[in-house]
């Protein structure tokens, strides 16, 4: 299946996708501090990522992986963006 670029570049963004709304998500359950929360919901993601970069036996690139760690909790942190932009009166100018 990864040896089409279609297929992986579908499920990068689904991916992408999903960590945007694990933070929206976090950020609106949590209620304050909407940044911190929605960046913090993707530790478990980040947390396998190290497991699988330094036991798992595969071939890809080390900087590919990386790049994937860190996409995670900015993806997070975008879903408390929007959390917190939506949470947020707006305000009025006379």
Partial sequence: MHGSPLIC???LLIGFL???????VA????????LLNGALSSFLCVLLGIA????AKDFS?????????VASPVCG???GYLRRSQSRP????I
């Fill in 18 to 24: 999903c960590s945007v709304f694990g933070g929206y």
């Fill in 77 to 79: 942190l975008f879903g």
């Fill in 9 to 11: 570049s579908f499920q």
């Fill in 61 to 69: 690139p080390i900087a590919t992986k990386t790049l994937l760690i």
């Fill in 52 to 55: 699988t970069v330094t036991l």
């Fill in 27 to 34: 950020a609106w359950i949590a209620k304050h501090d909407e």
């Fill in 90 to 93: 707006i305000e009025q100018s």
